[in-house]
């Protein structure tokens, strides 16, 4: 089945302690993103990727790091997690064509809801 | 800058009410357009998208929109909503010609049916 797998969906830490959601996905996709969702803002882009070593900052990347070192992951880093991180977070691919075939449709992973202590 | 408005926050409706959620854009250049919809506990799924050619697109479950170019809208819609259409509703723009597709997300309006 085609999807995006994010890990953990749960995850309660505390201030300064390093963490890690993972994303995954099994089509073979060029483009990758982090979003955060937030009450009343929506969804905002963190980072994304066009393809394995390419990254580039979305909207709100300060706190954030990302690596794209195999075509199927792109983990989102978080070095010194604060409280104002604390949010759900969606992982997400595309083919990455921008075409009229529609082919830059996102598949969004289940999420990924991080409290921040 | 590029951005997206969704004007109703929070919508309150009954069964087999009329639904219509605006959706209105900034950017000058050629857009593809989309309405996610996020089910309570679950991720974002497309509900509809407009590339190109008719604006009048039609989705999943009954829904449709409109791209109006003039008026940089694109409102979705349904004529008899149910209590199992009790989602956010997410509008989403991807301006062309960057090279990337970068997707820029309205806030979301949160819709509630009642039986």
């Known amino acids: 089945e085609a999807q995006v797998t994010q890990n953990p969906r749960y995850l309660i830490t505390v201030t300064g302690k390093k963490l890690t959601v993972t994303c995954s996905q099994n089509m073979n996709h060029e483009y990758m993103s982090w979003y955060r969702q937030d009450p009343g803002l929506g969804l905002r882009q963190i980072y994304y990727s066009m393809n394995v070593e390419v990254t580039d900052k979305g909207d709100v990347p300060e706190g954030y790091k990302v690596s794209r070192k195999e075509k199927r992951n792109f983990p989102l880093i978080l070095e010194s997690p604060s409280p104002n991180q604390t949010s759900l977070y969606f992982c997400a691919s595309s083919s990455g064509r921008t075409d009229s075939s529609g082919a830059n449709v996102l598949t969004f992973g289940a999420g990924s809801r991080l409290t921040v202590l | 800058a590029q951005s997206v408005s969704q004007h109703n926050h929070h919508v309150i409706l009954s069964e087999a009410a009329s639904l219509e959620l605006g959706c209105n854009y900034s950017?000058?250049?050629?857009?593809?357009l989309f309405w996610y919809v996020q089910y309570p506990g679950q991720h974002l799924q497309l509900l509809l998208k407009?590339?190109?050619?008719?604006?009048l697109v039609k989705g999943i479950k009954g829904f449709e929109a409109e791209f109006i170019k003039s008026k940089f809208s694109f409102n979705l819609r349904k004529p008899s909503v149910q209590w199992s259409d009790t989602a956010e509703y997410f509008c989403?723009?991807?301006?062309?010609?960057?090279?990337?597709?970068?997707?820029?997300f309205g806030a979301g309006t949160r819709l509630a049916v009642h039986p």
């Open positions: 407009y590339f190109s050619g008719d604006p």
């Open positions: 950017y000058g250049g050629t857009v593809n």
């Open positions: 989403a723009v991807n301006p062309l010609g960057g090279g990337y597709n970068k997707l820029i």
